[in-house]
């Protein structure tokens, strides 16, 4: 006789949840924003631990308490930090695997990964890509804009003019599937992608992150559209700070009311929500 | 691997450039340089066990095209035309349409192994400063200079492969007096391997050259049409915002000599500049051209099985197999 075993969900997912993002997109400032909370209680995730090494960002921490912006992360840091979190009983890991996102930026660079992340890669079975949109500013070309004179040359050398923003992002994800052994021809479930959109507040907008992302970065869009199943991927929008704190009185206000209560994330239909530990809930449930 | 920087000592990409002491290594001649032993020894040490990705980014050789082929037998579109007809461009073009979130109507974007090299083809079309646009020098004309630019494509559950094959257009113009010239070796790659191809008529090469480019253009698509075994073309216009500009006589001679050859080939007229958004010429029909090959290779082939049925006495050749008879 044969029994068929029916489980919810997923079988054999790895509970660890993988940050990825490049140099300078906000990963800092989030997961010091992120454990302030989750210590403070002021979220339903707890530790289940206290986290072995958290240097990485005790000085962010230190810095929003003080109204100062977190400084840069520097790019030969490769610290890892892992928080063991629990979300409705269930303990999991966050990982962010490369502190100041410098081997993200050599894995386009040299087409090549370390033992280290391949592992980190087998065992996570979630991942959240950090994109700061504000910075990738729109290059303009013949097939844009119709300048009334165009001077036309012809170039004397092949050069490379080495990777776009956005060909930068889709060459990670092609090698960070590559190497986690996923084909491209069937929709991918598995790991499961979030897309978050931070430094919200720079943006000014009223659009809603998928929006942002199409205009932004459409062709990486059209890419995940393209590969993932529909279920396992979402974008989110993300303010860990939710202003600049680049004036006395916002420095005053981080001081008075705590850095806490500032931040929100912006959900896929474009609803603001005070509590950003909700995105991992969220990436939890693809 | 992508190309490093040959200065000893110096810290790009990971760091500033020395030269420039900027961000700038790109632009550094060093950076353009090939890559030494040693500048690969040092890195590799430096990464420790690393392993590398099979593919570079860089355009591929005939030889990588095993990377893709394990997983699907790619599709080969050949582009055909002479020198500056606007092969290399349409393929910046296309990749430039992609990048900014044109679509194909039925095909969707799967990734590609070659992104840097659909970039360097791409920045010739990016408008710099003062509206200058410096458009690609011309593709190396020796007979064993190879790119192939790759897109994984999707159409509903079908995955497709799909590698744009591109050549000089001189290699293409001895190929097309003589098939077998030994420097036309790329040439005879490209007609031989491709499934569908792409080819160029130059309307700025009819204005200015008149009755000389059309011969020519004729000339190559004799030699397209003379073995394409049902493969089929796109008869491309490129620079089609001059094609008013050609004298009517020439264009109606060459578009009737052309569909007297090539048949059923469809016509697309493109051109890199557009004149509103959306723009005809730029944005929809350099995408239709690739799917139009797209869609015609796509269609079920009529299998022309003739059975031979008792055709002869002979009882041997008449035996159909034990399992009919009890």
Sequence with gaps: MIYFLITEGRVGMNDSILIIGPPDSGKTTFIAQFLTRVKKRKSSITLSKTPENIKAITDAVKRLAMGEEPTTTSADENVELILPINIEDKNIELVCPDYGGEQVNDITEFMEIDDHWRKLLSSSDRWILFIRPYEIVPEYDLSISSYEEIISEKSEDIKSPGLSQQSKFIELLQSLLHFKNKGVKQPIDTPSLSIVLTCWDELKTTEKPGEVLQKKLPMLLHFIETIWQEEAFKIFGLSSQEFPLNTPEAKDKYQDELPENFGYMVDQSGKRDKDITKLIKISLQL | ?326
Excluded at chain 2, 80 to 104: C, D, P, Q, R, W
Excluded at chain 2, 175 to 192: C, G, L, M, P
């Design chain 2, 1 to 326: 691997m992508r190309k490093k920087c040959n200065k000893t000592d110096c810290p790009a990409p990971k760091g500033l450039c020395l030269e420039h002491a900027s961000n700038d290594h790109p632009k550094c001649e060093h950076w353009q340089g090939t890559q030494t032993d040693q500048s690969v020894d040092i890195q590799k040490k430096v990464n420790g066990k690393a392993k590398s990705l099979p593919w570079t980014g860089e355009p591929f050789q005939p030889t990588d095209i095993e990377i893709v082929s394990q997983r699907s037998s790619p599709l080969i579109i050949g582009m055909v035309g002479s020198a500056e007809a606007g092969k290399t461009s349409y393929l910046g073009m296309l990749y430039t349409l992609l990048f900014n979130g044109i679509k194909f109507n039925y095909w969707s974007f799967a990734g590609s192994s070659t992104l840097a090299a659909w970039e360097t083809l791409a920045q010739y079309l990016k408008i710099k400063p003062h509206g200058k646009v410096e458009f690609a020098p011309p593709t190396p004309s020796n007979p064993d200079y190879y790119s192939l630019y790759h897109l994984a494509l999707k159409r509903g559950k079908l995955f497709r492969d799909v590698l744009f094959a591109d050549s000089s257009g001189e290699v293409f113009n001895i190929w097309s007096e003589d098939t077998q010239d030994q420097n036309a070796e790329n040439a005879r790659w490209i007609y031989e391997k491709s499934n569908a191809f792409i080819f160029m008529v130059d309307s700025v090469a009819l204005i200015r050259r008149r009755g000389a480019a059309k011969s020519e253009i004729v000339q190559m698509a004799e030699q397209l049409a003379a073995n394409l075994k049902g493969r089929p073309v796109a008869v491309v216009w490129s620079k089609a915002d001059e094609i008013g500009n050609i004298r009517e006589t020439i264009k109606s001679a060459l578009s009737d000599d052309l569909s007297q050859v090539l048949g059923d080939a469809q016509v697309f007229e493109v051109s890199n500049f557009s004149k509103s958004d959306p723009d005809i010429l730029c944005h929809q029909n350099n995408i239709a051209v690739t799917e139009y090959l797209l869609e015609k290779l796509n269609e079920t082939k009529n299998i022309k099985l003739v059975p031979q049925v008792g055709a002869s006495d002979d009882l041997f050749f008449n035996y159909r197999g034990s399992c009919g008879h009890e």
